[in-house]
Structure formats: C-alpha cells, structure tokens
C-alpha cells in the first residue's frame, strides 16, 4: 500500500519562500512519476510541478520561476521549492504519485498541507 506523508507548510508573507516535502513508501518510486498539486478554496484542484521518471520536470505557468520540483529516487522523496510566494499562491498543497500511462486522478494522494501567503 503506497503511503504519502507531506511536510513543510505553513504560513509566510508575499515574497517569502516555503519547502514541501513528501517521502512515500509502498512502491517503487524510482519509476513513478510524482507531483505537486494544490487546491484553494472555491477553485478546482490543479497541477503545480511534476516530475517523470529520472526527473523530467513541467510546472505550472503561473509557478514557473518560482517553484523548483526535485526528487530524490534513493530516499523516496520529492520536495517542492517555493520562492516569491504570492498570495494567490494560498491552497493546499497535495503530492501525487502514478505510474507512467496512467492518470494522477488514479494515483495515491497525501492527506495534504496547508500553504497560506499573507499580503
């Protein structure tokens, strides 16, 4: 059974940074691809960063810059990086983990962690 535990949220103010960590277990990592996606209030959940398989990464456009996805294949974990943080940046935070050909939607999700940026 995979298990996700996320770390690292947080409150901080427009300009500030924030590091999220999530560590699985339950699966062999290396080979799945993993993710970041958030979700505020009133809006539907979105994908922020991921990384495939030996860490080909895509973001967001609206995090592009700002936010920095690694993975870490021999600790079974991915931590997502987060500088200028924004106010609309606010949300809860999950990480995702699927296996290739397959959708996040189908993946394991972390219980969450909750990102608030002050103006």
């Known amino acids: 059974q995979v298990q996700l535990v996320e770390s690292g949220g947080g409150l901080v103010q427009a300009g500030g940074s924030l590091r999220l960590s999530c560590a699985a277990s339950?699966?062999?990592?290396?080979?799945?691809?993993v993710g970041w996606y958030r979700q505020a209030p009133g809006k539907q959940r979105e994908m922020v960063a991921t990384s495939a398989t030996y860490g080909r990464a895509n973001y967001a456009d609206s995090v592009k810059g700002r936010f920095t996805i690694s993975r870490n294949n021999g600790k079974n974990t991915v931590t997502l990086q987060m500088n200028s943080l924004k106010p609309e940046d606010t949300a809860v935070y999950y990480c995702?983990?699927?296996?290739?050909?397959?959708?996040?939607?189908?993946?394991?999700w972390g219980q969450g962690t909750q990102v608030t940026v002050s103006s």
């Open positions: 995702v983990l699927w296996f290739p050909g397959t959708s996040p939607e189908s993946g394991s």
């Open positions: 339950g699966t062999l990592f290396s080979i799945n691809t």
